[in-house]
């Protein structure tokens, strides 16, 4: 079967490769792929900024968002919940043995020694075929096969959102305002999950929103606002209101120091951008500090996503399918053929949200 890889930190080295179709053992499920998401990881790895390859093997796999369907259970895995021609989701990350991963918390791992698919030291699901434990998968119900390939971008934001609420529940907290800085999947996916919780969600981002955002920001009831008019730190004069909430989702370092200083008392800034390389600015840390200590404020940074989280995401996935039809797939807005993908070319395009690999068109199932 054919795969997609790159050779790790170099540069325009994707390509294609033959691999066996995996042979699964008792414990394991073999998955056919139906569709992989791309996101800003994938566009790092493919300039040669990150990504690692298994031990012994001189590519990886890449692709880390995955949607497919069970072609085959090992003999060993009756009784684990899910059957032949099921919707699945794999996870990303694998443990280490680090007391973190050992509880089943590999997104909080120690050590640093956890393994992602398609991203770190295993390969990924840009290939016609994988094979994992059913402790790795989630189901997927029909209602949400289309949009299911951003379960993963889904469940960060679950964890981006989710975490806040239990640091703070070091005090009675009520949160009423977010802020949310970016408007990629997993940005757009935090401004929802905030608004089912009833908070009042202002989205930012650097443009005048685009037609399916703006459908987004109706439906639910989010306000948008256009960092090039106001600038960030002056939201909460501009909402009238403190801002109890931040989510920092832009992929630019350079928002981070106005980001964490845009909470206001026992508010909370969850950053979840992944920057690489080196951003040097000279930013006031004493009033950093200050704003930091007298409003007993909180910056955490949040990474990676347990398998709790892509349960959350499937079942948040399924009430804003339900409330508004269509919404969610809706983000997929580039689907380019697997056997189209030799580059990473279209991932520079900043009109499109999410842009999916298809390795086959849905068959509905019966
Ligand atoms: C993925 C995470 C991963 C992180 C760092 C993100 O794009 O969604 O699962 O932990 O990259 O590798
Ligand atoms: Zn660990």
């Known amino acids: 079967m054919k795969a997609a890889a790159i050779m790790p930190k170099k540069i325009g080295s994707l390509h294609f490769v033959e691999v066996p179709v995996p042979r699964i053992s008792p414990e394991e499920v073999l998955v056919r792929i139906i569709r ?6 994938d566009k790092e790895i493919g300039m040669g900024y990150y990504g690692t390859a298994p031990k012994g093997c001189d590519y990886l796999i890449v692709g880390h968002e995955s949607f497919g369907r069970v072609e085959k259970m090992g003999d060993g895995t009756s009784g684990c919940g899910l059957k032949v021609g099921d919707y699945v989701v794999a996870t990303v990350r694998r443990p280490d043995k680090c007391i973190n991963c050992a509880a089943g918390e590999s997104d909080m791992c120690l050590t640093g020694n956890y393994t992602e698919r398609g991203i770190k030291g295993a390969h990924g699901y840009m290939t016609e075929y ?8 989630v189901k997927i119900p029909s209602s949400i096969a289309e949009p299911a390939v951003m379960l993963e971008p889904m469940s960060i934001a679950e964890k981006a959102v989710t975490q806040p609420f239990e640091i703070q529940s070091r005090m009675v907290w009520a949160p009423k305002t977010a802020v949310v800085l970016g408007t990629g999947t997993v940005g757009l996916f935090a401004a929802m999950l905030l608004r089912l919780r009833g908070l009042d969600v202002v989205s930012v981002d650097r443009t005048e929103s685009n037609p399916i955002k703006e459908d987004i920001f109706k439906s639910m009831g989010i306000r948008h606002i256009n960092s090039s008019k106001v600038a960030i730190g002056d939201i909460p004069k ?7 909430i931040v989510v920092e989702l832009t992929g630019s370092p350079a928002v981070v120091y106005d980001a964490m200083n845009l909470s206001g008392p026992n508010g909370l800034v969850s950053l979840v951008s992944v920057t690489g390389g080196s951003y040097v600015a000279n930013v006031d ?9 007298l409003g007993n404020r909180v910056v955490v940074g949040v990474v990676n996503s347990n398998i709790k989280y892509f349960r959350k995401g499937v079942a948040d996935m399924v009430s804003i399918e339900k409330a508004h039809p269509g919404l969610l ?3 997929i807005t580039r689907r380019v053929p697997f056997e189209e993908f030799d580059n990473y070319g279209i991932l520079e395009d900043r009109e499109q949200i999410k842009v999916v690999i298809e390795f086959e068109k849905i068959l509905k199932k019966g």
């Open 36 to 41: 992989v998401g791309l996101d800003g990881t």
């Open 130 to 137: 994988y094979k994992e434990v059913p402790a790795n998968l």
């Open 285 to 293: 840390m004493a009033k950093l500090n200050y704003n930091l200590v």
């Open 238 to 244: 501009s909402i009238g209101k403190n801002v109890d």
């Open 329 to 331: 797939k809706g983000m």
